[in-house]
């Protein structure tokens, strides 16, 4: 995948999830690539983010790195910050029906799913089989969409990541 494609991807998922009306779906899967983009960070690393890893206004994010778990804050660009504002609006709605407190995790799941055979409701913390799901579901419909007009988008979440961080030079970025 290159760069310019995986733009292309960012552009439809974040015009997707400031639309009103959006699918929380679409809205979390803007957060995860934009939060990529800006960060160069795995599903893995998006998991371990909670609502405290922000700064103020969603401008920054701290992102614990690897199995190392090495931490490095990121500040973000306009378009990630703004999206990210958006997900903690639509985090909030799908939190207002739990009893209980509600999750630190950023990233949760926005519709009734099973775990283990048990029915889980939305607004608890998805996990990396949800996100890989959730992905998937994204290219395929994306790709039928297009089929004709484009080449198909990958499968794997990471060959999106990649094109923006290669890890040729200090930052990651392979600009």
Known sequence: MTRDEAEWVWR?????AMRE??????????????????TGARYGDLLRCTVDSFGPD???????HGKHRTRKEHLLDD?????????????EELCAELEGSVPRALLLT????HDNGTTVIAGLPITRQGLVLS?????HRTNARYAGFRMPLPTRFEQVR??????????GRGD
């Open 12 to 16: 439809e998922l974040a015009g997707e």
């Open 79 to 91: 378009g990630a910050a703004v999206v990210v504002r958006r997900w903690f609006q639509v985090r």
């Open 135 to 139: 992905w998937r579901r994204f290219i």
């Open 21 to 38: 009306g959006a699918k929380p779906e679409m809205v979390r899967l803007a957060v995860i690539v934009g939060l990529s983009r800006a």
């Open 58 to 64: 969603a401008e920054s994010v701290v992102v614990h």
């Open 110 to 113: 926005v519709h009734h799913t």
């Open 162 to 171: 990649r094109a923006w961080w290669d890890g040729t030079d200090d930052d």
